[in-house]
């Protein structure tokens, strides 16, 4: 009985923390370089030492498109900030680091609004599958 509600209870913890798109230990940034420029540098978090010849995408938020690819140098990529909402792709083997995209100057022409309902209702699910559980098992041991 003891091994279940430890078990559910890492499993509630678990639930509650949805990270999506981060590899542990790498650490992906985006910053503005001279005018409508970005420079986009992606490093080990512990050594600070740079990853070299990973691919990075740019990618519409609006249709998936690639809007820019190219892989990344000793220095980071420099790159043209694009004119539309955009994430930005570090691919590592199967893997991927996503953070969005930096506005240009003048802002985007095309913009995409983000509402953080997904992350709402995935928690309210998760949290009523979690109910019903702990309702099943403590009817189970009852009987």
Do not use: C, P, R
């Given at each position: 009985?003891?091994?279940?509600?430890?078990?559910?209870?890492?499993?509630?913890?678990?639930?509650?923390?949805?990270?999506?798109?981060?590899?542990?230990?790498?650490?992906?940034?985006?910053?503005?370089?001279e005018?409508?420029?970005?420079?986009?540098?992606?490093?080990?978090?512990?050594?600070?030492r740079a990853l070299i010849g990973n691919k990075i995408k740019l990618i519409s938020m609006i249709d998936n498109r690639i809007l820019y690819e190219d892989k990344l140098s000793s220095?980071?990529?420099i790159t043209i900030i694009p004119n539309e909402s955009y994430?930005?792709?570090?691919?590592?083997?199967?893997n991927?680091?996503?953070?969005d995209g930096i506005a240009p100057l003048?802002?985007?022409e095309i913009e995409v609004i983000k509402e953080p309902k997904a992350f709402l209702y995935s928690l309210i699910?998760?949290?009523?599958?979690?109910?019903?559980?702990?309702l099943f098992i403590y009817k189970r041991t009852k009987s």
């Open positions: 009985m003891k091994i279940t509600k430890v078990i559910l209870f890492i499993l509630l913890i678990l639930s509650t923390k949805l990270f999506a798109h981060k590899v542990a230990g790498i650490k992906l940034e985006a910053k503005k370089v005018g409508d420029k970005i420079q986009i540098i992606a490093y080990f978090q512990k050594s600070k220095k980071g990529l994430w930005i792709y570090l691919i590592l083997k199967n991927d680091v996503v953070i003048n802002g985007f699910i998760s949290m009523i599958f979690l109910l019903l559980s702990l």
